[in-house]
């Protein structure tokens, strides 16, 4: 990967393109689906869904899709919302992955997309089991001891992960996902900003909403958000910064 210069900025006189990737079965599936729908409007991008939730029908889906990104494309964003643990996501029949999803669009897969740059937004748990009788955490089983996760060998990514490894990601059923919550509050008011500083503009906004036992929210009490459930403790791995890795070789402004 070549250095990283300031002053160069990708050239988006093309088509932008956005693909999302969601388990309706999440409780927060609807208003984030809804924060997505709303980025690709005001960014102008052309979207696409999957509609296969097994492991062999999106992997398909996924190349499928792949095959129909021409030279005329300028830049990727692709969502992915789904219950999880580290380093993969949970589908119908088992679990897949990141890094299978990843390579699909890598230099080597996608020709279409070399040299342009591609926005992974990853809103699912990585690596903690979800807490019983809790339907608010985008997990589903243990991921066993912690390990480091391999990143892909791509330039021009920028990989937005909602947590950072070992914790839970935060969706509530009728706002959403913080994470998607944010990121349409500082879109819509910052046009002036490159992909990286509005990213970090969202995760000052997200630690601001932190308590000691993950987040809180001015739409109800914790009580009401959370009905039979004892509190948590002060160490309960929930919510906490993006992890946010950076492969842009230039600066990407929408």
């Given at each position: 990967m070549r250095a990283y210069r300031t002053w160069e900025k990708y050239k988006l006189?093309?088509?932008r393109v956005a693909l999302i990737v969601c388990d309706t079965s999440r409780p927060a599936s609807k208003p984030d689906l809804q924060y997505v729908l709303n980025f690709c409007k005001q960014n102008k991008f052309s979207l696409y869904k999957t509609k296969q939730f097994t492991e062999q029908g999106l992997m398909a889906e996924l190349k499928r899709f792949k095959e129909i990104l021409k030279e005329d494309v300028c830049c990727l964003t692709l969502f992915i919302m789904a219950h999880g643990n580290l380093g993969h996501i949970k589908v119908s029949n088992g679990q897949i992955d990141l890094e299978r999803i990843f390579e699909v669009f890598d230099n080597r897969n996608c020709p279409a997309l070399r040299g342009k740059p591609k926005l992974f937004v990853i809103q699912a748990c990585r690596g903690v089991k979800q807490c019983s009788k809790q339907p608010c955490f985008d997990a589903s089983e243990p991921s066993g001891e912690l390990q480091m996760s391999l990143w892909p060998l791509e330039s021009d990514v920028l990989f937005l992960y909602a947590v950072c490894p070992g914790k839970l990601a935060i969706g509530y059923p009728d706002t959403g996902s913080p994470l998607l919550e944010?990121?349409?509050n500082v879109f819509s008011q910052s046009d002036s900003m490159s992909m990286f500083d509005l990213f970090t503009k969202v995760n000052g906004r997200l630690e601001k909403r932190k308590q000691r036992d993950g987040f809180q929210t001015?739409?109800?009490?914790?009580?009401?958000l959370t009905p039979q459930i004892p509190p948590r403790r002060a160490t309960a791995p929930?919510?906490?910064?993006?992890?946010?890795?950076?492969r842009l070789t230039q600066k990407w402004y929408l």
């Amino acid at each position: 990967m070549r250095a990283y210069r300031t002053w160069e900025k990708y050239k988006l006189d093309g088509r932008r393109v956005a693909l999302i990737v969601c388990d309706t079965s999440r409780p927060a599936s609807k208003p984030d689906l809804q924060y997505v729908l709303n980025f690709c409007k005001q960014n102008k991008f052309s979207l696409y869904k999957t509609k296969q939730f097994t492991e062999q029908g999106l992997m398909a889906e996924l190349k499928r899709f792949k095959e129909i990104l021409k030279e005329d494309v300028c830049c990727l964003t692709l969502f992915i919302m789904a219950h999880g643990n580290l380093g993969h996501i949970k589908v119908s029949n088992g679990q897949i992955d990141l890094e299978r999803i990843f390579e699909v669009f890598d230099n080597r897969n996608c020709p279409a997309l070399r040299g342009k740059p591609k926005l992974f937004v990853i809103q699912a748990c990585r690596g903690v089991k979800q807490c019983s009788k809790q339907p608010c955490f985008d997990a589903s089983e243990p991921s066993g001891e912690l390990q480091m996760s391999l990143w892909p060998l791509e330039s021009d990514v920028l990989f937005l992960y909602a947590v950072c490894p070992g914790k839970l990601a935060i969706g509530y059923p009728d706002t959403g996902s913080p994470l998607l919550e944010e990121m349409n509050n500082v879109f819509s008011q910052s046009d002036s900003m490159s992909m990286f500083d509005l990213f970090t503009k969202v995760n000052g906004r997200l630690e601001k909403r932190k308590q000691r036992d993950g987040f809180q929210t001015d739409r109800a009490s914790r009580s009401q958000l959370t009905p039979q459930i004892p509190p948590r403790r002060a160490t309960a791995p929930m919510g906490g910064p993006l992890h946010i890795v950076d492969r842009l070789t230039q600066k990407w402004y929408l």
